[in-house]
T-cell receptor
Framework: QKEVEQNSGPLSVPEGAIASLNCTYSDRGSQSFFWYRQYSGKSPELIMSIYSNGDKEDGRFTAQLNKASQYVSLLIRDSQPSDSATYLCAVKGADGLTFGKGTHLIIQP | DVKVTQSSRYLVKRTGEKVFLECVQDMDHENMFWYRQDPGLGLRLIYFSYDVKMKEKGDIPEGYSVSREKKERFSLILESASTNQTSMYLC????????????????FGAGSRLTVL
């Protein structure tokens, strides 16, 4: 059973600060890694994907991957109240895509 | 620009009823998926399809069946609804073809919240 673990939160971060979301996975052969954002009552939407070790930046978002440690993270700089949502980590291995249960992020104005 | 459309946002059904959840995508995607999402349990894959008339069981297929007669349409069927099938059902599609390939960038529909009384 492939596992993707996330701290469920809630993670509370002041507006303007950096939010750091973490995810660990069990399948060492995993190849692709994704972060989805899900607002309350809405469906998930992709915000970042990362495939190789290191950092990938897109605007205020940075995804970080460390395959040796089986760890992927998402940093949100200059956090805004509109970033308040649940963030789902998803990992693709040989058997398909596995989602974590998500971290509930709250940005406090 | 709507890409994945689920026919019903909210449904209320009675135990034992047959339930159809319809999903249509307009992106010419090969792969289509049905998930259910429950508090504390996250997203769980029910079935997926990587081609017309093809289907694969996901993690929790019991009590469900699917139909894919056309590339753009993927239906989830509850033959005899039970109260433990009360949930949010999410349809998704992705571009790449193949049995386990792709399933990368999923585009989700808005979801169908089913209540079984």
């Amino acid at each position: 059973q492939k596992e993707v673990e996330q701290n469920s939160g809630p993670l509370s971060v002041p507006e303007g600060a950096i939010a750091s979301l973490n995810c660990t996975y069990s399948d060492r052969g995993s190849q692709s890694f994704f972060w989805y954002r899900q607002y309350s009552g809405k469906s998930p939407e992709l915000i970042m994907s990362i495939y190789s070790n290191g950092d990938k930046e897109d605007g205020r978002f940075t995804a970080q991957l460390n395959k040796a440690s089986q760890y992927v993270s998402l940093l949100i700089r200059d956090s805004q109240p509109s970033d308040s949502a649940t963030y789902l980590c998803a990992v693709k291995g040989a058997d398909g895509l596995t989602f974590g249960k998500g971290t509930h992020l709250i940005i406090q104005p | 620009d709507v890409k994945v459309t689920q026919s019903s946002r909210y449904l209320v059904k009675r135990t034992g009823e047959k339930v159809f959840l319809e999903c249509v995508q307009d992106m010419d995607h090969e792969n289509m998926f049905w998930y259910r999402q429950d508090p504390g349990l996250g997203l769980r894959l029910i079935y997926f399809s990587y081609d017309v008339k093809m289907k694969e069981k996901g993690d929790i297929p019991e009590g469900y069946s699917v139909s894919r007669e056309k590339k753009e349409r993927f239906s989830l069927i509850l033959e005899s609804a039970s109260t433990n099938q009360t949930s949010m059902y999410l349809c998704a599609s992705s571009l790449y073809s193949g049995r386990y390939s792709g399933a990368n960038v999923l585009t989700f529909g808005a979801g169908s919240r089913l209540t079984v009384l």
